[in-house]
């Protein structure tokens, strides 16, 4: 790609590199985390499992491979469309049903960079209610659209976002990969910008912490690592109820120019992570499930 072809912004560089930030606790009420991710340029994604000893870090973990092994998603940035990308989940979907045998779900948010007639955009898909944001100029923007029945209640007018949060149905989804009638991914294409800082999380985050907290965080911490560890930090302090996962991703183009206090060596690795269990007591557990499982219908 040369100048001549963007040349709105003029100054936009020509290339990007990703620099990123990844962590996954498993929280301090759930005996297991089923959370999953993959942060390996060109593909960044969270995938929270459901099922409990059904399997959902089966689920999940089966999503983020997927997603790392693919052929199609081999290359920076990757040359593919959202209908190649929901060719790619609905695989990872029938690996789940064929392992699972249905018992045993995940939800799936992520961005794939991608190009477009020379230009670079976020290829952003979701199943489910983890979420993915962006973050620029000071404002954070939700891309993704939960796939939930909270959700659907505050699309109907029926109760506000703020009643949803704490509303005693939030964690019930209505799409996921391997479970369930529907594993369709919505899809946005956006352009890069400069200044983007993509963040996805799974709802162990968005659950227990308003988005303005979000955005403070965001805001003041210039190293995605950093600002990650803090994100997670603040979800334990605010109760830890979930599994909670999260990725920072920034922009750096190809003038040299790095974040500030960016590593330059981090965040494009291939990763595949979850958590080492802290124990728990079975009284713990117990609530847990109860007052805050993950369900489909």
């Known amino acids: 790609m040369t100048q001549q072809d963007q040349p709105d912004p003029p100054h936009l560089p020509t290339a990007i590199r990703l620099h990123s930030g990844h962590a996954s606790d498993r ?9 999953s991710l993959v942060a390996s340029d060109p593909v960044f ?3 929270d499992g459901m099922g409990g000893h059904e399997a959902g870090e089966v689920a999940s973990g089966i999503c983020v491979r997927t997603l790392r092994t693919h052929p199609l998603l ?5 040359e593919i469309s959202a209908a190649d990308l929901q060719g790619i989940l609905t695989e990872a979907d029938s690996a789940i049903r064929s392992i699972t045998f249905s018992r045993a779900g995940t939800t799936a948010s992520g961005v794939v960079l991608v190009e477009e007639m020379g230009n670079p955009y976020w290829l952003v898909f979701n199943v489910g209610d983890s979420r993915t944001y962006r973050m620029n100029q000071g404002s954070l923007e939700q891309i993704s659209v939960d796939h939930s029945v909270v959700q659907e209640l505050v699309d109907a007018g029926e109760i506000t976002a703020a009643e949803a949060f704490i509303h005693p149905r939030r964690n019930v989804v209505t799409r996921a990969l391997g479970t369930g009638p529907v594993a369709e991914a919505d899809f946005w294409m956006l352009p890069v910008e400069e200044g ?7 709802d162990g985050l968005c659950g227990e912490v308003d988005e303005g907290t979000i955005l403070e ?3 003041t911490m210039n190293n995605p690592q950093d600002a990650t560890d803090a994100l997670i930090q603040a ?3 605010t109760g830890g109820r979930d599994n909670v996962s999260v990725i ?6 190809s003038d040299g120019e790095v974040p500030p206090d960016a590593d330059p060596e981090s965040g494009t690795d291939e990763v595949e992570e979850t958590t080492i269990p802290r124990p728990v007591t079975a009284a713990a557990a117990a609530e847990s499930d109860a007052a805050a499982g993950e369900e489909t219908p």
Do not use: F, K, Q, W
Request: proline fraction near 3%; hydrophobic fraction near 50%; charged fraction near 25%.
């Open 235 to 237: 979800a334990l302090r």
């Open 27 to 35: 929280g301090l009420r759930r005996e297991l985390n089923e959370d």
């Open 45 to 47: 994604a969270i995938a």
């Open 217 to 219: 965080i965001l805001n």
């Open 196 to 202: 983007d800082r993509i963040l996805l999380c799974s």
């Open 74 to 78: 081999a290359s920076t940035p990757a």
């Open 248 to 253: 920072v991703i920034d922009a750096a183009y």
